[in-house]
């Protein structure tokens, strides 16, 4: 089980903003962090959405981080591109339907999958780009 290409990434391009501290362009953010350009300007529009890099158009234009550091953290990246996490489809998801056989979704497995999803989620949380950097 693994992060999705895009989360990866995403993560890659936060830090090395991070770790820039300054305006860098799509191009250098491409090269120093592997990612093609074309998806890291996929991913920084969702960043930027999210309030988490700010973007600067023209000659002196950029990306660089919005909030202070300690304010970011590994969840608030990840869900920028995949959305909420949940060990199991069962668990938040609207469009979800149970084909468990005894009727209903409220079986054994759902609950530990809830709370798996939730421990994963709190360490997420508990991860903030101002500890990795100073690290």
């Not at 300054?22 to 309030?51: C, P, W």
């Amino acid at each position: 089980m693994h992060i999705t290409l895009e989360a990866d990434y995403a993560v890659r391009i936060v830090h090395y903003l991070a770790v820039e501290g300054k305006r860098t362009d799509a191009k250098a953010i491409s090269r120093q962090t592997g990612v093609t350009l074309r998806f890291a300007l996929k991913i920084l529009r969702k960043l930027v959405v999210s309030g988490i890099v700010c973007s600067f158009k023209g000659t002196q234009g950029g990306y660089e981080i919005a909030r202070p550091l300690e304010e970011i953290s590994l969840k608030d990246v990840i869900e920028t591109v995949e959305g909420p996490y949940a060990l199991s489809r069962c668990i938040d998801s609207e469009d979800y339907v149970c084909t468990n056989p005894n009727g209903g979704c409220d079986c054994s497995f759902q609950k530990v999958f809830a709370d798996i999803s939730d421990m994963v989620n709190e360490k997420l949380a508990s991860v903030h780009f101002s500890d990795i950097v100073k690290s």
